[in-house]
């Protein structure tokens, strides 16, 4: 147990050397040109990273998934599209190790992301269902011989052009329900991606996700075998939510640490006309701390039940938590990104001081769009009618 | 029980099919009942056995099929 752990901590100590030497220092560049982090990700195939998850039986580091959030967290701290690839890769891995239920297909798919540090991007949104996840319209449509085929409508799919692998939800079949789904892994070779409009968002500008026509064909042996109804509250919606929540704690973090550095800065020599920013620092502290606690009891709760009581993360109870937690984190952190920037004023209004904090605030504002918080909304009201103790 | 539960789902169900087409087992989710209605179908359940589902039973699993409803009212003392 003492040699996991410090596998886990020797992880975590590579990848703050990856977010401090190399993806701080393209963050801006990353941020000003819609750059895909390529550095970054390069220094986390070199690290094992994209396979971090996988257990060591199959090849990976085997490592927990609290380092992961952790790592998410350092990762956001210093780029916040650097955090939000790797989270959403993640996201993925940890989805397909916790469903692949022994199908030999994604058994030997295991050892190509391993071996190859294959990174996986999500095809979930889709033009048409209104933005909800649980409904598709494009189809798993037979192709003779074991295979099949699909057309999807993305209206964004986060580093598409980037990824070696795409993970998609499609109804099983044509003649299914919209809320008949299955999730498909397609490698790239399989796939063809024809971009549709441009990209040049407020934010998070690095993770190069404009939308895509999505084209695959497949052997079927690549349909996860378990639906996606099982999977989504077992494990993608709250690894989702516990994993965006540590990297929107990050970019909040690095905001406060600017608005606290450059107090610091003020006060040398003439303390008392920095008293009032400090006082603005004390109350963003405060505002930190709420987000952090907040983040940090969304993880414990979706450890304790993740492998003890998966039963339990399917309740409306438990949907309901995880919901919450998305929704206080992703409107908490731009909050916090906001609140430096009424600490360090025109300092960290300009984008080229060490102080600057306009970068943390527009990533931070895409947090309530990532699964519009309008919907979340909307479920929560319809849970609430029913659900008894949350 | 089967027979009330069933005319519960035809109400509140908003099955684009006919639920007698259905056979006891069959997923109600998979035939096109949303989350939304689900939580609709709970609540008229809840209205009409006078009782209530705790929370532990409140997931897609118990409100998949004629039978896993019926089985839960059961449990929880439902009278037919």
């Known amino acids: ?390 | 029980m089967v027979d009330r539960v069933r005319q519960i789902i035809r109400d509140y169900g908003r099955l684009p099919g006919d639920v007698d087409a259905l056979d006891d087992d069959a997923d109600l989710y998979q035939a096109g009942m949303t989350s939304h209605a689900s939580v609709n179908l709970m609540l008229a359940l809840e209205a009409a056995f006078d009782i209530e589902f705790p929370d532990a039973m409140l997931k897609r699993s118990v409100f998949q099929s004629v039978r896993s409803i019926s089985d839960a009212l059961e449990s929880l003392g439902a009278a037919a």
């Open chain 1, 1 to 390: 147990m003492a040699i996991a752990v410090d596998r886990d901590q020797a992880f975590l100590e590579a990848i703050r050397r990856i977010a401090d030497e190399i993806a701080a220092p393209n963050a801006d560049a990353v941020d000003r040109e819609a750059r895909f982090p390529s550095d970054t990700l390069d220094a986390l195939r070199a690290e094992g990273a994209l396979s971090a998850l996988v257990p060591v039986e199959h090849g990976g580091l085997g490592l927990r998934f609290e380092t992961i959030a952790d790592a998410t967290f350092e990762l956001g701290r210093r780029c916040g599209a650097s955090g939000m690839v790797f989270a959403m890769h993640q996201i993925q891995v940890a989805t397909l190790l916790r469903h692949v239920d022994g199908a030999p297909w994604f058994q030997a798919y295991l050892r190509d992301l391993v071996g190859e540090q294959r990174l996986v991007a999500s095809v979930t949104s889709e033009i048409g269902t209104g933005g909800d996840l649980g409904r598709s319209i494009a189809a798993v449509t037979p192709a003779g011989d074991d295979r099949a085929t699909f057309e999807k409508q993305a209206p964004t799919v986060s580093y598409g052009a980037y990824a070696d692998d795409l993970l998609t939800t499609l109804r099983r079949d044509p003649d299914a329900e919209p809320g008949d789904q299955v999730l498909v892994l397609t490698r790239r070779d399989q796939t063809t991606l024809e971009q549709n409009g441009t990209w040049d968002p407020l934010g998070m500008r690095g993770t190069c996700s404009p939308g895509f026509t999505v084209r695959a064909e497949f052997p079927t042996d690549q349909i996860l075998p378990t639906p996606f109804s099982t999977v989504a509250p077992e494990s993608m919606v709250p690894i989702t939510h516990v994993l965006w929540s540590h990297l929107w704690l990050g970019i909040a973090t690095d905001a406060f640490d600017r608005a606290r550095a450059f107090v610091k800065a003020s006060a040398k020599g003439r303390p008392e006309t920095a008293q009032p920013m400090a006082i603005r620092l004390s109350h963003l502290m405060s505002d930190l701390a709420l987000l952090r606690a907040e983040v940090g009891s969304g993880l414990r709760d979706y450890l304790e039940l993740a492998d003890t009581d998966r039963e339990r993360l399917s309740t409306m109870a438990t949907i309901l938590r995880f919901n919450n937690l998305k929704l206080a984190a992703s409107e908490q952190a731009p909050r916090v990104s906001q609140g430096a920037l009424g600490v360090t004023g025109i300092v960290g209004f300009k984008n080229d001081t060490p102080f600057s904090v306009g970068r943390h605030i527009r990533d931070t504002m895409s947090a309530s769009l990532m699964i519009a918080n309008e919907r979340i909304h909307q479920t929560n009201a319809s849970l609430l009618l029913i659900a008894k103790d949350v």
